[in-house]
């Protein structure tokens, strides 16, 4: 059979190359309608990409919207039963602000979720095909990995006020070790604590080189714990080759009102912001009154789309020029012909702008 897979835009074969990897591991696919109520989104904007979302009144006066995220839909309808565990996948269109055009677009995504008995082998299952994910569109990249709980402990082991741990956050998002210098100075924090906590930002690398950095962060239970099934995890990954491509990053802050434990956010080589975010989110089924756990990732295929589009080397590989007096059958044998040869073509009777191409035939008629 022919291998059409040419034909597809890059986030079409994207899509298509990870839904047949979720299927490899038992994952079903989940399918919603493009509208859900508006108040769903907007009880939730926090755990948006954006919260700019698109709205309009239904017949019968309900206001609806385009749906911006499928995460929020899949929790909705998951019925939780007393064990067990769902396990699905999904290949939709959102409507958001694409990052790229900073205007409304519709955008492919891709993802996974696992609702219900989430266990250690659930957690390590993810994190592997988020990884897997990653090597699907390139070779070259990177699955940064932290812990929710671990830097909460560490936050709250300092005894910083309530503000004073908002701003640790924020600046443990961005990396900036003197900003949270600022704040344990200005908490008054003592400098053994301090310490610790400055580590949060610093320690970061492969897992056989930092877990030994950890211990330091066993200030309570529940940090040791949270640094012990680190170890767990990234032990599991390294033993089915998945090692080498996991950093320990504790800069990845998802929102804490919504997620809880792990967190990871994937990158690829030319691609300067993250292309796949997830992790553990049971704030976020509490909020929504469900008593289940839950994990799961997203796949942006809007970031993939762009950078494929300006790193392209070619828009076609032939283009064909003729004039008004070459007949539609000269030209249709020669276009014909290129792509009987594998070669993709485009016939015009201009040269277009901004046009990449590798070679250009030019078909002479007789002169008018």
């Known amino acids: 059979m022919e291998n059409y897979g040419w034909a597809l835009n890059s986030d079409e074969r994207a899509a298509f190359k990870l839904r047949a990897l979720y299927k490899k591991y038992g994952y079903t696919q989940y399918r919603m ?76 995504q891709v993802g996974l979720e696992c609702i219900g008995d989430v266990d250690g082998y659930v957690v390590t299952e993810v994190l592997a095909l988020a990884a897997k994910s990653l090597d699907l569109i390139s070779e070259n990249n990177v699955l940064d990995l932290s812990d929710l709980s671990l830097v909460k402990s560490v936050i709250e082991y300092a ?24 704040v344990l100075r200005e908490e008054k924090v003592d400098a053994e604590k301090a310490t610790i906590v400055e580590k949060l930002v610093t320690v ?63 990158f690829v080589s030319g691609i300067p912001t993250g292309i796949l975010s997830g992790g553990q989110y049971d704030n976020l089924m509490n909020k929504m009154g469900k008593t289940a756990r839950a994990i799961g990732f997203a796949v942006y295929l809007d970031e993939i ?10 828009d076609v590989d032939v283009l064909v020029v003729y004039d008004n007096g070459v007949s539609p059958k000269d030209i249709s044998v020669k276009v014909n012909e290129i792509v009987m040869g594998g070669e993709t073509a485009l016939a015009k009777k201009t040269i277009p702008e901004r046009l990449k191409y590798k070679r250009l035939v030019e078909l002479k008629g007789e002169c008018e």
Request: charged share 30%; net charge negative.
């Open 33 to 108: 309608s493009k509208f859900e109520e508006y108040d769903l989104y907007a009880r939730n904007k926090d755990f948006l990409v954006s919260d700019n979302v698109i709205t309009f009144t239904d017949t019968d006066g309900k206001l609806l919207a385009l749906k911006p995220d499928v995460t929020l839909s899949i929790i909705k309808s998951n019925k939780e039963s007393a064990n067990g565990i769902s396990k699905v996948y999904y290949n939709e269109h959102v409507y958001r602000v694409s990052k790229g055009t900073q205007s409304f677009k519709e955008i492919m």
């Open 159 to 182: 005894g910083v006020s309530f503000s004073g741990e908002e701003k640790i956050i924020s600046f443990l998002g961005e990396k900036n070790v003197e900003g949270v210098r600022t």
């Open 305 to 314: 789309e762009n950078f494929v589009k300006d790193t392209e080397e070619y």
């Open 204 to 266: 970061y690398g492969a897992p056989s080189k930092v877990l030994k950095d950890l211990d330091c962060f066993k200030v309570n239970d529940r940090a040791e714990k949270a640094v012990e099934n680190l170890k767990g995890l990234t032990d599991s990954l390294a033993a089915i080759g998945m090692g080498d491509k996991i950093r320990i990053d504790f800069s990845v802050i998802n929102d804490i009102n919504y997620y809880n434990g792990v967190v990871f956010k994937g």
